[in-house]
């Protein structure tokens, strides 16, 4: 597999003006634009990337530092993603004091860095790369060995595989020639020129003294020394002062304005986040309410209509109520406490009564059958009465009696 380790893509987070903005850069790549759209603000931040050098930038003295200018707030980054013949990887810079370096070995993803359209701190970050069990090196504090790292000079094994290309301690020259194809003042840069840059670089093991830098350090230099020589003159003294506390003045000014403004901001996003959810809740209150107050009107129609019912079954009772006091007072009249006093006594009269039942049946049992023979008698008594009667004096055959065979001859 044919070895390739490129910058591949630039993200600017925080910086300078921008919020958020991503750049392609790999391969062959041309900026165009108007003036103030961030062409030479993305050219230094790529020449830092391989000469990782705040000086060496062609920042003029009236202008703002590179660690200023870039990075004006704890969360503000740049991302360099680099692509390999294995993947990606990318390297994290932010200021604490001063600029730091990581090496991430995975491709830059928006969402550890970015929550809710806003930047984390550093702290933060890596919290989240624990969570996605992202490899991340330790904190790189110093820009020669930021440099050692990625030109493959550095004696530690770990960061190998972050090293653009297998290098030895005399890669230094490799910075400052591509340092100088980023600041030539040539209109254009022809190709022999970059060549003989990039060879003298590699061949070389002393540094060339380039005549163009030299005369652009010069100017820069007489530059100052003029700001310097104007500010200590008697006559600008009281103005230089006045500059001096001016512009304290306005940069504790502007401090509190990036303080209140941040203060703002997260007031305004909270403010906005509770009144959206405030709105859920007075949306669900409101559907709530109105199925209560349907629930209400459909149980007071429910209590209307019992209420009716009970009202009439009240009226009923009264009238039952008023008709017993009407009988309470008949029966008052006729006696019914002595009535109800005997019917209280009733169970025990019919008990007193079953057991004369019983006694009575005890008593008369034995004496039914000297009754069954007094009536046998009785009745064998009336049939011989009956007989007698009927007796035939002249035959003198009785009813009812067998003749023997003497009495029939006799006869």
């Given amino acids: 597999m044919e070895s390739k380790r490129i910058l591949n893509r630039i993200i600017f987070i925080n910086i300078a003006n921008t919020d958020y903005s991503s750049a392609e850069i790999a391969g062959n790549t041309c900026f165009v634009g108007t003036n103030n759209m961030g062409k030479t603000t993305l050219q230094r931040a790529i020449l830092f990337f391989y000469s990782a050098n705040t000086r060496g930038l062609g920042i003029s003295g009236s202008q703002k530092s590179f660690e200023d200018y870039y990075f004006q707030y704890p969360n503000s980054y740049i991302i360099y993603e680099i692509l390999t013949e294995e993947g990606m990887f990318h390297v994290m810079v932010y200021r604490h004091n001063k600029l730091l370096f990581r090496f991430v070995e995975s491709p830059f993803n928006k969402d550890l860095y970015i929550v809710n359209n806003e930047a984390v701190l550093p702290k933060e970050v890596l919290t ?15 820009f020669e060995r930021y440099r050692n790292i990625i030109y493959g000079a550095d004696p530690d094994k770990r960061y190998k595989k972050f090293a653009l ?34 060879a003298n670089s590699i061949s070389t093991k002393h540094t060339n003294i380039e005549l163009k830098t030299v005369e652009r350090q010069l100017r820069q230099f007489t530059e100052k020394y003029q700001d310097i020589e104007t500010f200590f003159r008697k006559e600008n003294a009281q103005r230089g002062e006045l500059i001096k506390d001016n512009f304290s003045q306005i940069k504790n000014l502007k401090t509190k304005q990036r303080a209140l403004a941040a203060e703002l901001g997260g007031a305004i996003k ?6 959206d959810l405030l709105g859920l809740q007075v949306a669900n209150f409101r559907q709530k309410a109105e199925a209560l107050t349907k629930e209400f009107k459909w149980k007071e129609n429910a209590f209307q209509e019992k209420k009716g019912e009970i009202n009439q079954e009240i009226g009923a009772i009264k009238s039952r109520l008023k008709e017993a006091d009407k009988k309470q007072k008949e029966y008052q009249g006729r006696g019914i406490e002595e009535l109800i006093k005997k019917a209280e006594e009733k169970q025990q009269l019919l008990a007193s009564l079953q057991a004369r039942e019983t006694e009575y049946s005890t008593l008369t049992a034995g004496f039914k059958d000297v009754e069954q023979q007094f009536r046998t008698l009785f009745d064998g008594l009336e049939n011989e ?24 001859q006799a006869g």
């Avoid at 989240?128 to 110093?142: P, V």
């Avoid at 009465?385 to 029939?408: A, N």
């Fill in 385 to 408: 009465k009956k007989r007698i009667s009927e007796y035939d004096y002249e035959s003198g055959f009785i009813p009812g009696k067998k003749i023997s065979g003497s009495e029939k």
């Fill in 165 to 198: 290309i297998k290098g030895n301690s005399n890669y230094h020259n490799i910075p400052l020639a591509i340092t100088s194809i980023f600041l030539s003042s040539e209109a254009s840069i022809k190709a022999e020129f970059v060549k003989e840059c990039i």
């Fill in 128 to 142: 989240r790369f624990n969570e996605h069990k992202l490899y991340y090196s330790d904190q790189i504090e110093t």
């Fill in 270 to 275: 909270y403010a906005t986040e509770q009144r």
